[in-house]
């Protein structure tokens, strides 16, 4: 019985032909989405932009009914909650977000706040009130500071992985690519309008290590190829190494491709916003290890010759004595 290949063993796909294009529409994709970061903005979730905070426990429960009052909540119109265990698995806390002007004004906070309470007791009489605060937009403004720093130290860390383990040009073209991915997915949701969450942010961290992943196996065998093919032109020998990974490359993002959708579909409103960032990342990621990573590593001067140790004088003595010079 013969398997199934997705990508046929003698496949030889121009990619590196439409390259210039290509850069050209990515650079077209970064700048317009960050400015639409600019002029639109990001709609921020409770966890970035503040918001009104009850804990909660379920005293006759062992475990608290998160969906159930991730569904409840959102009905009430402040907009899709924030709903999470908070200690023992019968404590939540939920986090609504606050009409404007709602933070300076503490009886409209609390308000909302006792209408959240009022909403849950409805459905269980044993949810007890643990408390009912108002969390403050600076905090949560540090919390997002905090987030975005840590986005760009991954992938900073990871550039400087790439530069220790290939060469330095290997290091600015996986950043490259790296700042690509991110910018795209962040452009959706400033373009969308859709909220910009905690888990948007675990989603961004996903789509790093995949893109980050599908590019060093890219690199890893041009660097096996810049050592076989001395004479090969560049263009070629990227191209024959994108080839040789394309069938891991498809096989990994259909299987992938193939858990999301799903997800999309019939997932849980909750979830819909990382699910799509994650899809978006999956092809952007895809495509940015093809036509960013590859050439760039061609427009930074690098060639077949350019990793190989250059001759001492010590070598050419040992060439003569041998007959070989």
Same mark, same amino acid.
């Given at each position: 019985m013969k398997l199934l290949k997705l990508v046929p063993d003698n496949t030889n796909i121009k990619f590196l032909k439409l390259r210039v294009p290509f850069f050209v529409l990515s650079i077209v994709l970064i700048v317009g989405s960050w400015v639409a970061v600019a002029v639109n903005g990001l709609a921020f979730g409770v966890d970035f932009a503040g918001g009104q905070e009850v804990r909660m426990t379920f005293t006759q429960s062992k475990a608290a009914p998160v969906p159930s009052l991730r569904e409840k909540i959102a009905g009430l119109g402040y907009g899709e909650p924030v709903v999470q265990e908070f200690g023992a698995p019968n404590q939540v806390s939920i986090r609504v977000?606050?009409?404007?002007?709602?933070?300076?004004?503490?009886?409209?906070?609390?308000?909302?706040? /006792?209408?959240?309470?009022?909403? &849950?007791? =409805?459905?269980? #009489?044993?949810?007890?009130?643990?408390? !009912? +605060? $108002?969390?403050?937009?600076?905090?949560?403004?540090?919390?997002?500071?905090?987030?975005?720093?840590?986005?760009?130290?991954?992938?900073?860390?990871?550039?400087?992985?790439?530069?220790?383990?290939?060469?330095?040009?290997?290091?600015?073209?996986?950043?490259?690519?790296?700042?690509?991915?991110?910018?795209?997915?962040?452009?959706?949701?400033?373009?969308?309008?859709? /909220?910009?969450?905690?888990?948007? &942010?675990? =989603?961004?961290? #996903?789509?790093?290590?995949?893109?980050? !992943? +599908? $590019?060093?196996?890219?690199?890893?065998?041009?660097?096996?190829?810049?050592?076989?093919?001395?004479?090969?032109?560049?263009?070629?020998?990227?191209?024959?190494?994108?080839?040789?990974?394309?069938?891991?490359?498809?096989?990994?993002?259909?299987?992938?491709?193939?858990?999301?959708?799903?997800?999309?579909?019939?997932?849980?409103?909750?979830?819909f916003g990382m699910v799509a960032a994650i899809t978006v990342g999956l092809f952007v990621g895809t495509y940015s290890s093809i036509y960013m990573a590859g050439p760039l590593l061609i427009w930074m001067g690098v060639t077949t010759n350019s990793f190989v140790p250059a001759e001492t004088a010590l070598d050419k003595q040992e060439k003569l004595a041998k007959g070989q010079g």
């Open positions: 977000k606050l009409p404007d002007g709602a933070e300076e004004a503490p009886e409209t906070a609390k308000a909302i706040g /006792e209408k959240v309470i009022a909403a &849950v007791k =409805a459905d269980y #009489a044993d949810a007890r009130v643990d408390g !009912n +605060d $108002t969390v403050s937009g600076k905090v949560a403004s540090e919390f997002r500071d905090q987030a975005i720093l840590a986005l760009a130290l991954a992938m900073a860390a990871v550039s400087v992985y790439i530069w220790v383990r290939f060469e330095w040009q290997f290091g600015v073209g996986a950043m490259f690519a790296l700042v690509h991915d991110v910018s795209i997915t962040v452009g959706l949701f400033a373009l969308t309008q859709m /909220e910009f969450s905690l888990q948007i &942010v675990a =989603a961004i961290l #996903a789509i790093i290590g995949y893109s980050l !992943n +599908d $590019t060093i196996v890219v690199y890893d065998r041009i660097r096996e190829n810049l050592k076989k093919y001395r004479k090969m032109p560049m263009g070629e020998l990227l191209d024959l190494s994108v080839n040789e990974t394309l069938a891991r490359t498809v096989m990994t993002s259909l299987t992938l491709f193939i858990a999301l959708i799903p997800l999309l579909i019939f997932g849980p409103p909750s979830l």
